[in-house]
């Protein structure tokens, strides 16, 4: 019987070690779950949302794609950096409500995610949302014409081109759709098994200190019941940062039940008086 419970034990203790060395060196495998098929933008259009593709590069050379709409007279760009899931055409219908109604509507993909060459890390991600920005530069758009507004993971790509870009002139606002502080707080509320968390991820995508730059408006939306990224993280997030700020937590709702309950509306009202 010891016998058994020294092999069990060992076996126990080797397993565990293979799984912080495959986690460390392979974060990959565990903190991402990209849709890799080529995102495809008849469907969107089935659906009503009439954008076009247009191909640009990161700035290692990774050729990128987004979706576009064109804003109307006098209406703004609202930039939409998705999650660490699926790709692109999973979202386009959070961003549909605002392109009926005019604004232009921007959504990049990542490498790693929708048939984009390149593995997923923060620095690679980071680059390509800035590719994105500076897209729109390109196409004669200033900060003041554009909205930062990311997702879950995307936040903090919305968060870090705002903070690289925002030297000249703010952007025009940053919303932050169930945002985080940083990702290893994220893994320590979700993860029961006990872990030396802050030793193994090496991608922290911390937001607290980009929050705390700011300069442009900023709205989060947190979910009460998010089982994902707990809501507290949001307003840890929501307190490090510079005003003019708003958070709105929606009862009832989930990490992915917000546009359920329109709240693009809240949104949308909030850009007017913003």
């Not at 034990?9 to 565990?16: E, G, H």
């Not at 954008?51 to 590069?57: K, L």
């Not at 991820?201 to 607290?208: A, C, G």
């Amino acid at each position: 019987m010891m016998n058994l419970i020294k092999k069990l034990l060992s076996v126990s203790i080797f397993a565990y070690i293979a799984f912080c060395i495959t986690a460390y060196y392979r974060p990959q495998w565990f903190f991402y779950h990209p849709d890799n098929h080529l995102a495809n933008l008849e469907n969107a259009k089935a659906n009503g949302y009439n954008a076009e593709v247009v191909q640009y590069t990161s700035q290692d050379g990774t050729p990128l794609y987004a979706w576009y709409t064109k804003p109307e007279k006098n209406k703004k760009i609202i930039v939409f950096l998705h999650g660490n899931s699926y790709n692109i055409e999973k979202f386009y219908h959070k961003m549909l409500p605002f392109a009926e109604v005019g604004y232009g509507t921007f959504i990049p993909e990542y490498r790693g995610f929708g048939n984009v060459a390149g593995e997923i890390t923060q620095q690679g991600l980071e680059q390509d949302s800035l590719a994105a920005v500076r897209y729109l530069y390109g196409q004669g758009y200033k900060n003041s014409e554009i909205i930062l507004y990311g997702m879950s993971l995307g936040t903090h790509m919305a968060l870090y081109a705002a903070d690289s870009l925002q030297k000249s002139s703010p952007f025009s606002a940053v919303v932050l759709e169930v945002p985080f502080d940083n990702i290893t707080n994220v893994v320590k509320k979700t993860v029961q098994i006990p872990l030396p968390l802050d030793y193994l991820i090496k991608d922290k995508y911390d937001n607290l200190e980009l929050a705390g730059r700011l300069k442009s408006p900023l709205l989060l939306l947190g979910a009460r019941q998010d089982r994902v990224v707990p809501v507290e993280l949001a307003q840890n997030l929501f307190e490090s940062a510079p005003n003019p700020k708003k958070i709105i937590i929606y009862e009832g709702c989930g990490h992915n039940d917000l546009h359920n309950v329109r709240s693009y509306r809240d949104v949308m009202k909030w850009l007017e008086k913003n």
